[in-house]
């Protein structure tokens, strides 16, 4: 399984930004598609995540009404809407692909969100 992130950037406070996933490979075999930050300086956390066969997603706390992941199945893509953007979103975002218990096994190379 591949995974590429796109569609990081920086931007103002109170913006928006939608970040992409594209999975390749054996996906079929991960039945949990997740979105991960890591803030400067920081440990890494989750963030989003999203059963590929119920649809069933979760949230952390804080960004709970202004995060919404999604997927195409067809396109094999996950989705991360993310609105009322705050500078303590900035961070590396990475996708991952995993079980509903919370092992991911496969990561994306991440990308990068700056919120100013």
């Known amino acids: 399984v591949q995974l590429v992130e796109s569609g990081g950037a920086s931007v103002q406070a109170g913006g928006s930004l939608t970040l992409s996933c594209a999975a390749s490979?054996?996906?079929?075999?991960?039945?949990?598609m997740g979105w991960f930050r890591q803030p400067p300086g920081k440990l890494r956390e989750g963030v989003a995540q999203?059963?590929?066969?119920?649809?069933?997603?979760d949230y952390a706390e804080s960004v709970k009404g202004r995060f919404t992941i999604s997927q195409d199945r067809a396109k094999a893509t996950v989705y991360l809407q993310m609105d009322s953007l705050k500078p303590e979103d900035t961070a590396m975002y990475y996708c991952?692909?995993?079980?509903?218990?919370?092992?991911?096994?496969?990561w994306g190379q991440g990308t990068q969100v700056t919120v100013s």
């Open positions: 490979g054996n996906i079929e075999g991960s039945d949990c």
């Open positions: 999203l059963s590929r066969v119920s649809g069933v997603t």
């Open positions: 991952a692909a995993g079980t509903l218990s919370g092992t991911f096994l496969y």
